[in-house]
């Protein structure tokens, strides 16, 4: 059992189980009922999104000190009581079920996803390779 980090809208791998997008927005033009249909996600949990705020950083983000103020910015947001309780329960769900979180983002060391691999793990989460 276990929680995989994966890019949504990618095809979902076997025993990947449940899909939970981890994003501020639904897909753009894509009808709610074809969400997961288009391997985007089952379910939405924006409460472990980054903020507009934490995104605006990333979009003007160039250089390595720019991500690592993005990666901080996020980290910060994910101590906020609702945000470390999602991050808590998806954590103790890693113990017993295969599922996955992810990001729209084509590249995880330039995304949210990265952050959040790591503070699942920190939170004691089964994390798959």
Known sequence: M???????????????????GTVRRPPR???????????????????????????????????AKDWANFFRHYRSEMKRPDAAHAIALLAALSQGTD?????????????HRHELRRLLQEAGAKVAP
């Open 99 to 111: 599922f996955s979180v992810g990001c729209y983002c084509q590249d995880e060391a330039h995304c």
């Open 29 to 63: 033009g894509v009808p709610k009922s074809e969400f997961a249909k288009r391997d985007f996600y089952d379910v939405w949990l924006p409460t472990v999104a980054p903020s507009q705020a934490a995104m605006d950083i990333a979009h003007a983000a160039v250089t």
């Open 2 to 20: 276990s929680v995989r980090i994966v890019r949504l809208g990618t095809p979902r791998l076997p025993a990947e189980g449940l899909r939970i």
